[in-house]
Nanobody, 121 residues
Framework: QVHLVESGGGLVQAGGSLRLSCAAS????????LGWFRQAGGKEREFVAA???????YCADSVKGRFTISRDNAKNTVWLQMNSLKPEDTAVYYC???????????????WGQGTQVTVSS
């Protein structure tokens, strides 16, 4: 069982930055693929970024060049650095662990409770 807790969300102006953190419990964190997803009001949850156990990263086209995912296995933590934020980035952001299929799909076994990111224009 893995317990995930996100933090770092908040209100920021367009063009600003935020860094989301996701702290995980569990002794096998280093072997998990990890992902960040987001869900805006009235929309489906969508893939943002993922990092596999080898630290290879993947980003959605909509955030490529602006967002960076990273992990520290010693700290059982995954981060999402978000720069040049846009109003359309406004959403609840979720971290996820242990993908059961493609890293870009939402087929992960464990999910955090989410953290709100609001970008004002």
């Amino acid at each position: 069982q893995v317990h995930l807790v996100e933090s770092g969300g908040g209100l920021v102006q367009a063009g600003g930055s935020l860094r989301l953190s996701c702290a995980a419990s569990g002794r096998t964190f280093s072997s998990y693929n990890l992902g960040w997803f987001r869900q805006a009001g009235g929309k489906e949850r969508e893939f943002v970024a993922a990092i596999d156990w080898k630290a290879t990263t993947y980003c959605a086209d909509s955030v490529k060049g602006r967002f960076t995912i990273s992990r520290d296995n010693a700290k059982n933590t995954v981060w999402l650095q978000m720069n040049s934020l846009k109003p359309e980035d406004t959403a609840v952001y979720y971290c996820a662990a242990y993908s059961r299929g493609k890293l870009t799909s939402s087929d992960y076994a464990y999910w955090g409770q989410g953290t709100q990111v609001t970008v004002s224009s």
